[in-house]
């Protein structure tokens, strides 16, 4: 990448819990702390376009539900998707497993659960005709292509159609065509996409987590079990491998919130906020001269783990 940044925010992946990064990024603008770049995975693509357009008017974000951007984002009724969690008595247990069932008979027939159709006018409706380019706060968002096996990031563009691209779950959303690409969610490989600030050439970088790996989850009785156990097992091991490259990791606790927990969208906001709050010291000391005299030393040493030549070229898409 072209130019090189000073300090960045890396948003990661987690669908409802990525309303904790706006939780993390209202509490850091606040504090004087704007990024000079953000890099954002999925949900965290969503909160980084929202920060970067209305970081003047942050304070806007203390009362989201009154913004038309969550009015659109609500049309999409995502809470009604559950493929995971125990239900209690025969009723409840029986009709989750006729829904599971049917949603199954769906993914067989068509390339995901919501259609092409009536996911791409919430996007457009969002973001209307505003570029990457046009942000005021520069944004990477991050994909992969199911065609090339690469990483892909986008920072050029429409950008309702690199976030689309950034979200596409596999299963839930349609993947986007991006050229000769294939585009899904980038949290296939990049859940946490650290390595995207550093190839931007970030000195200083504060990622936000709202992941949790459970060792423990409970019985794998189903298809969408073992799916969905699988998925948290290999994302865990890319995130472990990106969060090594990172100045700062800040960790929301969000208990047993769920990705489709979005009526949870305030408790979230307020976790990130906590969040944020108890770790301004280590954030800004992250930003002070001696980290960045201790950094190059590390650098010059070659025990530093953020440097672009330990990337392979090879496995990312600049576009």
């Known amino acids: 990448m072209d130019k090189k940044y000073k300090n960045?925010?890396?948003?990661?992946?987690?669908?409802?819990?990525?309303f904790a990064h706006l939780g993390v990024l209202t509490t850091l603008e606040k504090e004087g702390l704007r990024p000079d770049i953000l890099c954002g995975t999925s949900a965290g693509s969503i909160a980084g376009a929202f920060y970067s357009l209305y970081a003047?008017?942050?304070?806007?974000f203390e009362n989201i539900e009154e913004t038309y951007e969550f009015k659109v984002l609500k049309g999409m009724k995502l809470d009604s998707v559950d493929f995971e969690g125990d239900k209690e008595g025969f009723f409840l247990k029986t009709l989750y497993t006729v829904k599971k069932k049917l949603l199954l008979v769906r993914m067989l027939r068509d390339n995901a659960l919501l259609k092409k159709e009536d996911v791409e006018p919430v996007f457009k409706n969002l973001f209307r005709d505003i570029a990457f380019e046009q942000l005021p706060v520069p944004l990477i968002a991050v994909a992969f292509d199911i065609v090339s096996?690469?990483?892909?990031?986008?920072?050029?563009?429409?950008?309702?159609?690199?976030?689309?691209?950034s979200c596409s779950i596999p299963g839930l959303l349609p993947p986007v065509e991006y050229g000769d690409m294939l585009l899904i969610d980038g949290g296939i490989t990049n859940r946490l996409p650290v390595k995207c600030a550093v190839l931007a050439g970030a000195k200083s970088i504060t990622a936000v987590d709202v992941n949790r790996f459970h060792s423990s989850f409970g019985e794998l009785n189903s298809v969408f079990d073992i799916h969905m156990r699988t998925d948290a097992l290999i994302s865990s091991r890319f995130d472990l491998y990106n969060s090594r490259m990172a100045d700062f990791i800040v960790k929301p606790d969000l208990g047993d919130m769920r990705w489709n927990n979005f009526s949870r969208y305030r408790y979230a906001i307020e976790k990130g906020r906590e969040a944020a709050?108890?770790?301004?010291?280590?954030?800004?000391?992250t930003k002070g001269r001696m980290?960045?005299?201790r950094k190059r030393v590390r650098k010059f040493m070659g025990s530093e783990t953020t440097d672009t030549t330990s990337i392979n070229p090879e496995e990312f898409i600049i576009l």
């Open 56 to 60: 003047e008017r942050i304070n806007e």
């Open 291 to 293: 980290y960045f005299y």
């Open 277 to 285: 709050k108890a770790d301004l010291p280590g954030i800004k000391k």
């Open 8 to 18: 960045a925010i890396v948003l990661g992946g987690g669908g409802a819990k990525g």
């Open 149 to 165: 096996g690469k990483d892909v990031y986008i920072k050029t563009g429409k950008l309702w159609k690199g976030i689309l691209a």
